[in-house]
């Protein structure tokens, strides 16, 4: 039987006809001639004979262009296999791209390109891909390259050799629209800046990452936050800020989950695995993450060596999930889907550390519910685990104890081997313990760790984790994405009789405006009969409830009604500007701007209270893109009682005005209302700005842009403006639809009529 070896010795060119080659190649660097005979062996099995004077055509050209040996060497070694990817037809499109960027200022991009398209081909494995890959390319060349006079491109694009070599990462991360996003993002926003420039297309930039995980497939962290931290609250009351870290960017180790105390780490996506989705995979980090903060405990680590710290750690991770399974058995679904499962003889202690390995397939046979195995060790090891379990909780210092004499029982001397076995060993929803050792000394093998007191103060258990919301750069008509932290609370609370007596104050305009409500109140009652529980008795089917009786028939217990009206469907979002400028005097008044609010807002409350709409109010104020307060005064479900006007008598105004990212999450709730109209009355006094932005039509142009979004969303936005100078912005912001207030006095007055105006 012929042999690989036989194959390809039959199948390699001879002499002269690698001289023909040579020759039709024509290139004179010497450093070609080291690689040629390999290269054409490689070509000779993967191109067709027409592909193969293509290809040495080609080469010539890479190789007379005037670029150096550079290209043509990478050429001559990576065509033969992109060819055999993506197919010969693709190599005229390379060309003309590589020829292109030869006629540009970007000569020496050709080398990274060249070298970059054996992993692109990998990722992009036809040619209409391919295309669209090279498109990309040109079309940042074209814009990124930079001209003197405006006619011919006279400097080089900073990125385009960036993004070649960075491009296999980029394709291991987005798909290909993903990728041309991204592109389109650093274009329209750095093509300008050189070294902002140089800093996205490297990855270097926060942009550039933050617009890179907008544009990933799979659950992020940044947008289930919220969800995350109520599941971390409600199921093991705990609660922490949950801070992402980047699983892209470290191509060599992986990191792990963690907790420190800054907060609890974890990977910023987790795509569906094994059945599992993004969200599951968190919320089983978590778990294992809260279990640890209950039950485990820090031990000194000095005295242990490497191999009995991961052995205890395996054992007091088992632990554990035995008791985050007992509390909540439906994790033990989502921990097994996770959980590697080891072969056994996989490892070759002959070759191996295979610690790793039997600690591994320890791990899973003590997640698995308690049985027999085929290795009588393994058994006997799990029955002495469970047994220490069926006493109580057990402890990490049992665990310890369980562990030194696992490896006393179980240790090989190939365990000492450097080549360690790491396939089907990494359990990636779990964290890397570092909470469990404590160190009397420094040395130069362990990380020193602080051990922070875990237990949430009362504090942090109310409050709940930023939202993130974009904000449009009018400059490059673009969203920025992630680019505003929103923070949101209740507000502190007050003397609820503080409003009791504004109310009092204005007792005749709540009589004029009680008599406008009657008016606005709807009169098309609908009955609802068959009620159980209802307003009053239907008379018809009581009757026929009462005969039924009488005459042994099991009667209908549904013999109330009630009514409803259907002529009003209307939800309301009060959004208040609490800014610094509302302590200031009103004109022609001794109470400031924030009092005179008040007394308006409580009036309206009021009003709305007696038309039974749904009514949410809040303020907000800002101090940097940071720092956004958003702060609940009244919630939709809440009724008018002495809680709301606690908070309302304690309102205090302070910092800046950041109004689009406000806008944005006042409309996160006013959308989910079951109504058929949806209305966001903003109340101001003045332009939208803040400490950070020295460009004042940048948050004007966001505000506008946030109306526009709201009202695609079918929100119908009104502003009440108390900036006798709003005319200069407001207009643009909000197009016909506010209403300038130039005597602050009036508001209490105007504001309820201009709600009754706004929703009869």
């Not at 294992?288 to 000095?302: E, K, L, M, P, V």
């Not at 240790?411 to 313990?433: K, M």
């Not at 197009?735 to 929703?759: C, H, S, W």
Request: proline share 5%.
């Amino acid at each position: 039987m012929t042999n690989l070896s036989d194959t390809l010795k039959a199948s390699a060119p001879d002499a002269e006809q690698l001289q023909a080659w040579r020759t039709q190649l024509g290139c004179s660097f010497p450093q070609i001639d080291s690689i040629f005979a390999d290269c054409m062996v490689d070509a000779q099995a993967k191109l067709s004979t027409e592909g193969l004077d293509d290809y040495l055509d080609q080469a010539r050209f890479l190789g007379k262009m005037g670029r150096g040996v550079e290209p043509v060497l990478i050429f001559l070694q990576e065509w033969p296999q992109i060819a055999h990817t993506v197919g010969e037809d693709a190599l005229s499109p390379v060309i003309a791209t590589a020829k292109l960027i030869n006629k540009s200022p970007n000569g020496d991009a050709i080398a990274p390109f060249l070298q970059a398209l054996t992993a692109v081909a990998r990722r992009l494995p036809t040619r209409v891909q391919l295309q669209h890959f090279l498109d990309v390319s040109l079309r940042l060349m074209e814009r990124t390259s930079t001209s003197i006079h405006g006619i011919h491109k006279t400097y080089p694009s900073p990125s385009l050799a960036i993004f070649f070599e960075k491009s296999p990462q980029l394709l291991k991360l987005l798909s290909l629209q993903g990728l041309q996003n991204w592109v389109d993002y650093g274009i329209r926003n750095t093509s300008h800046h050189p070294e902002q420039q140089r800093a996205y297309f490297s990855l270097a930039s926060a942009d550039s990452r933050a617009v890179l995980q907008r544009e990933r497939h799979g659950t992020l962290l940044m947008d289930h936050t919220r969800a995350l931290d109520l599941y971390l609250q409600a199921l093991w009351q705990d609660a922490d800020v949950l801070v992402p870290y980047s699983s892209a960017f470290d191509v060599q180790r992986q990191p792990m989950p963690y907790f420190d105390a800054m907060g609890i780490r974890l990977p910023d996506v987790y795509d569906e695995r094994a059945g599992i989705s993004g969200m599951d995979r968190y919320r089983a980090a978590l778990a294992h993450i809260a279990a640890h903060r209950r039950w485990s405990t820090a031990i000194f680590g000095d005295n242990f060596s490497p191999a009995q710290r991961m052995a205890i750690e395996c054992f007091e991770d088992s632990r554990i999930e035995a008791l985050a399974v007992r509390e909540y058995p439906g994790l033990r679904r989502i921990f097994r889907a996770l959980h590697p499962s080891p072969v056994d003889g996989a490892c070759n202690p002959a070759t191996h550390s295979c610690l790793r390995h039997r600690l591994s397939m320890l791990s899973r046979a003590l997640l698995d519910p308690p049985r027999r195995f085929e290795q009588v060790q393994l058994t006997d090891w799990v029955q002495r685990f469970h047994a220490l379990l069926a006493q109580g909780e057990s402890s990490t210092s049992e665990m310890a104890g369980l562990a030194l004499s696992y490896l006393g029982k179980t240790r090989l001397q190939s365990d000492q081997l450097p080549n360690t076995w790491f396939a089907d060993t990494e359990v990636d929803y779990r964290d890397d313990n570092r909470h469990l050792w404590r160190f009397h000394e420094l040395s130069d093998d362990e990380d020193m760790f602080d051990a922070p007191d875990q237990t949430p103060s009362t504090q942090e258990l109310q409050s709940l984790p930023p939202r993130h919301y974009p904000e449009w750069d009018y400059s490059s008509q673009s969203l920025r994405p992630d680019w505003v932290s929103l923070y949101e609370r209740l507000h502190p609370s007050g003397n609820p009789g503080d409003i009791d007596a504004l109310l009092a104050k204005h007792s005749a305009l709540a009589k004029r405006l009680k008599r406008l409500l009657d008016l606005l109140k709807p009169q098309d009652k609908v009955r609802v009969r068959y009620q159980e529980d209802g307003s009053e008795l239907d008379l018809d089917v009581a009757i026929r409830s009462l005969i039924d009786l009488h005459a042994g028939s099991q009667p209908e217990p549904r013999i109330n009604m009630s009514h409803t009206t259907n002529g009003r469907s209307i939800a309301v979002t009060v959004l208040l500007d609490l800014s610094q400028s509302l302590n200031e005097k009103a004109r022609g008044s001794e109470q400031t701007v924030l009092q005179l609010s008040q007394e308006a807002v409580s009036l309206l409350a009021w009003a709305v209270q007696q038309l039974g709409d749904p009514l949410a109010i809040a303020g907000f104020h800002s101090n940097t893109r940071h720092d956004v307060r958003y702060l609940h005064l009244k919630g939709f479900g809440e009724a008018w009682g002495d809680e709301v006007k606690a908070r309302l008598a304690a309102m205090q105004a302070a910092y800046s005005t950041r109004m689009g990212a406000a806008m944005r999450h006042a409309a996160h709730t006013l959308r989910a209302q079951p109504a058929d109209k949806k209305l966001l009355l903003v109340l101001t006094d003045g332009q939208p700005s803040d400490i950070d932005v020295f460009d004042e039509r940048l948050l004007i142009e966001d505000a506008k842009e946030a109306v526009r979004e709201l009202d695609q969303q079918g929100i119908f936005t009104y502003c009440i403006n108390l900036d006798a100078a709003a005319d200069a912005y407001v207009s643009d912001i909000f197009g016909r639809r506010y209403t300038v207030i130039d005597n602050i006095a009036r508001l209490p007055e105007q504001l309820p009529k201009l709600f009754m105006a706004l929703t009869r």
